[in-house]
């Protein structure tokens, strides 16, 4: 069969020439199985399962055994990822890890998924971008694949927010869980690539999959609004363990409000660079921190809700592993389908936000 130029095309929504250089060949997720509902909370602190779905949309989440670490619980997501792309490890040749909370300090927890992958090749390095960390790895590993410094790029977000939550800050212990989410980011040509035969989506002529248009941002004056003091700034002590200073700490009521204006500022900007309308986007893809902050950028965008895809109620925020278990749940679910168009985007701490336009 002849090949197709894949550099330079045109798709079924009258896009100008575009140039993409990779494309989401497969996905996968892994949760904990324990399942932590509000009422857990409610048993010990000043607060109420109706108090917590009111004001964050989040129903229960899941949280890891102690022993658990963030590469062991991202295996199990990369494996599905990679094999719903129809690729094996050995294709895999850049792994990078969202997270902020890895198995150690040092080696990085994506060298320490790599080897439990029994992955040998390429590049690996974990990114600290919090909850906006997946879209930041994404974009890094588009342009890598655009570098051609690789063709399969596993993408992972993976976070254990069990771990660095304070169980008596009533504002901040019940929003977050822990979970696991990766995609396989491919190559667009398909000399080499065992995936680029699979990119052209079906049902919709000529509509190419791959990432369209992308935009990162951050502002590093917000970073007392949302962060875990437990670092070379803030060194532990006995007492400062015991009273639980090393947790996280937020101003929710601010953070939500900065989140809000960041993604409606990043998913027009993104729109912009892509040179289309908010109404032809299939489906928006946010981080779920609040389905408050979801439905409050969706209402400033004009978007429907039916086109904002929601999953808060059933895992709460899990930070950098949010938007990829979203994707890949849809995708299990058979909400979003080859040629869809996504708008992706994400804010957390630092702050950090970002947005990428794709093609599914
Ligand atoms: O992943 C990216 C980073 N994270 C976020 O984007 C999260 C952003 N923030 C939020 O989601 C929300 O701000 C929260 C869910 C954290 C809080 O909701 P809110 O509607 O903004 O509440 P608030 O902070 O304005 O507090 C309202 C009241 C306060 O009481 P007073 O001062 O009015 O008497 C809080 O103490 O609600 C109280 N409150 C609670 N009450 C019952 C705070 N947490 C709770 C709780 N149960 N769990």
């Known amino acids: 069969m002849a090949v197709p130029n894949l550099s330079v095309v045109k798709d079924a929504v009258n896009w100008p020439q575009v140039q993409t250089a990779s494309f989401v060949a497969g996905c996968g997720m892994n949760v904990p199985e324990r399942v932590v509902d509000n009422n857990h909370f409610a048993s010990y602190l000043e607060t109420t399962d109706e108090w917590i779905r009111e004001r964050t949309g989040i129903a229960e989440r899941r949280w890891s055994a102690p022993e658990v670490c963030a590469s062991e619980l991202a295996e199990p997501a990369a494996r599905e ?23 150690y300090s040092f080696p990085s927890t994506a060298c320490l998924l790599q080897r439990r992958l029994g992955s040998v090749c390429g590049l690996a390095f974990d990114l600290n971008a919090v909850c906006s960390g997946f879209v930041y790895a994404l974009v890094t590993a588009d342009a890598l694949i655009a570098s051609g410094q690789c063709r399969n790029a596993l993408v992972v977000g993976v976070d254990i927010y069990s771990y660095i939550i304070n169980p008596k800050d009533r504002g901040t212990c019940i929003l977050f869980g822990d979970g696991a989410g990766a995609v396989v980011l491919s190559a667009a040509a398909p000399a080499g690539n065992p995936g680029g035969a699979s990119r052209w989506a079906s049902g919709s002529a000529g509509a190419l999959r791959g990432i369209y248009a992308s935009e990162l941002g951050a502002d590093g004056n917000g970073a007392n609004l949302l962060y875990v003091p437990n670092g070379t700034a803030s060194r532990p002590t006995p007492e400062s363990y015991a009273a639980g200073e090393h947790f996280l700490r937020m101003d929710g009521r601010e953070v939500f409000k ?47 809700e039916s086109k904002v895809l929601v999953n808060i109620h059933k895992y709460g925020n899990t ?23 996504l708008l992706v985007t994400a804010f957390g701490g630092g702050f950090t936000w970002g947005g990428v336009l794709l093609r599914w």
């Open 81 to 103: 990822a990679i094999a719903h792309a129809g690729l094996t490890i050995a294709d895999i040749d850049a792994i990078i890890v969202a997270t902020v909370t890895p198995d």
């Open 258 to 304: 900065v989140a809000v204006r960041r993604l409606c500022d990043i998913s027009e900007k993104v729109l912009a660079r892509a040179g289309i309308a908010v109404g032809q986007v299939d489906y928006f893809i946010t981080h779920q921190a609040n389905k408050r902050i979801v439905l409050s950028m969706a209402k400033h965008l004009g978007v429907d």
């Open 319 to 341: 930070s950098a592993a949010s938007i990829p278990m979203l994707l890949a749940e849809s995708a299990a679910e058979g909400k979003i389908k080859h040629g869809d168009l």
